[in-house]
Structures are given as C-alpha cells and as structure tokens.
Antibody, heavy 118, light 108 residues
Framework: EVQLVESGGGLVKPGRSLRLSCTASGFTFGDYAMSWFRQVPGKGLKWVGF??????????EYAASVQGRVTISRDDSKSIAYLQMDSLKIEDTAVYYCARRELYSDYWGQGTLVTVSS | EIVMTQSPATLSVSLGERATLSCRASQSVSSSLAWYQQKPGQAPRLLIYDTSTRATGIPARFSGSGSGTEFTLAISSLQSEDSAVYYC??????????FGQGTKVEIK
C-alpha cells in the first residue's frame, strides 16, 4: 500500500525557516518524481513544486510565488522528500501536502499544517 | 499562467441523479487535465487524469471528457459518499500547474 506521511509542520515566526519531510512507503521511491502542494484552510489547492527522480536528473521546479525561498530535495536511501522553506511569510500559512508524480498526482499524504505568525 | 475556471461553484444533486461539473482553461491545455475529489479534513484523491482515464480504484460512475479548453467531469448516479469538493488541474503549461477554484457537490 502506497503511503505518504508529512511531518515537520507547526507554528513559526515570520522570517524563520522550516523543513517539512515526506516519508514514503509501499513503492520504489527512487522511481518517482515527488510534488508539494499547499492549501490555505477553506481555500483551493496551489502547486508549490516538484523534484524529478534521479534517472531524470533529480532537478526541481518551483512556483514563482515561492521561487528563491523554497528548496525541494530528496533522499532516496531513506524514501524521504523534503521541502525547505526559508524567509517564511504570513501568507505561507497553509496545509502542505506531498504527493507522488509530477504531472498529475496519484497519491497524497494527509498534510501538515504550517502556521506563520508572530 | 493558465487560469482554470470551474462551474458551478456549488451543485446540488439528488441521490441517483447525474452530476455534471465543468472546467474551462484560459488557453488550450490539450488533454493534460486531471480531476480530484476532496472531502473535509482529507487530502485530495485523484479521480481522472489525461482528461478521461480513471485512476486506480475509481468507480465507473466517474467519467471525464473534453479537450483544449473545455472539460467535464460527470458522476452518472450520485452516491452519498460523492459529496465533496472537486478540483480540476492542468499540467500542460508550466510553471505553474494550476487548479480550478473547486466545485462543491451537495446532496439535494
């Protein structure tokens, strides 16, 4: 069974950093690109970015709204994808989801809430 | 950035009746269109990808159609468990991938 579990969310002050983790199981992690999305509670879904699998270069792509403040990485030996968020802003407050694949996403984690507030 | 517009915002349908949801793209996305279902407090669930291909385990009452800029998700016979918000997403032109604002399906 494919499972994705996000962790690392919480309350953080503006300007600080936070790293989210997405631990995968039930599939060969290294064979898949991994994506991150976010959703302000009660609002719609926004794409944050994705990281390709190593056979496809292992490079990442980002939404313009987070470009330069966000880094997606992966550790295939641990089956974990990371979302490093720096210089956090109040408007980054959202539930963050990781998901499998980079075009459409067929499996999603349950999400982790990030609250940016002073 | 491609803007995805869904209509209606809310759809009330009786059990067993057909529900039809629309999604319009501001420019052609070819057939690179997915539909997701999201229930309160849950993660999105992939229903349809490549406009009309059902994801693994998705019941046959869900179907997708369209191309270019106009797309439709149909639920042929609405069940109580289909009450949710439905989102369309394009993955033809990036960055970014973009979603519609969602259609809430209610049981009448």
């Amino acid at each position: 069974e494919v499972q994705l579990v996000e962790s690392g969310g919480g309350l953080v002050k503006p300007g600080r950093s936070l790293r989210l983790s997405c631990t995968a199981s039930g599939f060969t992690f290294g064979d898949y690109a991994m994506s991150w999305f976010r959703q302000v509670p009660g609002k719609g879904l926004k794409w944050v970015g994705f990281i390709r699998s190593k056979p496809y270069g292992g490079t990442a792509e980002y939404a313009a709204s987070v470009q330069g403040r966000v880094t997606i990485s992966r550790d295939d030996s641990k089956s974990i994808a990371y979302l490093q968020m720096d210089s956090l802003k109040i408007e980054d407050t959202a539930v963050y989801y990781c998901a499998r694949r980079e075009l459409y996403s067929d499996y999603w984690g349950q999400g982790t809430l990030v609250t940016v507030s002073s | 950035e491609i803007v995805m517009t869904q209509s209606p915002a809310t759809l009330s349908v009786s059990l067993g009746e057909r529900a039809t949801l629309s999604c319009r793209a501001s420019q052609s996305v070819s057939s690179s269109l997915a539909w997701y279902q999201q229930k309160p407090g849950q993660a999105p669930r992939l229903l349809i990808y490549d406009t009309s291909t059902r994801a693994t385990g998705i019941p046959a009452r869900f179907s997708g159609s369209g191309s270019g800029t106009e797309f439709t998700l149909a639920i042929s016979s609405l069940q109580s468990e289909d009450s949710a918000v439905y989102y369309c997403q394009q993955y033809n032109n990036w960055p970014p991938w973009t979603f519609g604002q969602g259609t809430k399906v209610e049981i009448k």
